[in-house]
Nanobody
């Protein structure tokens, strides 16, 4: 089974940047980043199929970039121009088959806190 391990979260001032990383134990074709605030539903941040086809949540507005390093089995999320509304636990996710609607592999999460 594939294992996912996030890193790179932390505290940053509004307008700052963070780069999240997710190490995977196996190559996965379709992966994503989600985020969740306590008491709220989890929301999709970005998805990537292969290493080029990416989609983003409407709230991203060009501020984030998802990418994969397939050789070294890493997923990244570059986040720029962060706002307090981006404060959340961020999760790396994968699915065994791209045709699946739901992601079935999850990391433990990494906390992102943005202060205004």
């Amino acid at each position: 089974d594939v294992e996912l391990l996030e890193s790179g979260g932390g505290s940053v001032q509004a307008g700052g940047s963070l780069k999240l990383s997710c190490a995977t134990s196996l190559y996965v074709h379709c992966m994503a980043w989600f985020r969740q605030v306590p008491g709220q539903e989890r929301e999709g941040v970005a998805e990537i199929e292969g290493d080029k086809h990416a989609t983003y949540g409407d709230f991203v507005k060009g501020r984030f970039s998802i990418s994969k390093d397939n050789r070294n089995s890493f997923l990244y999320l570059q986040m720029d121009n962060l706002t307090a509304e981006d404060t959340a636990m961020y999760y790396c996710a994968a699915k065994d088959y791209c045709w699946r609607r739901e992601y079935n592999r999850w990391g433990q999460g990494t906390q992102v806190t943005v202060s205004s």
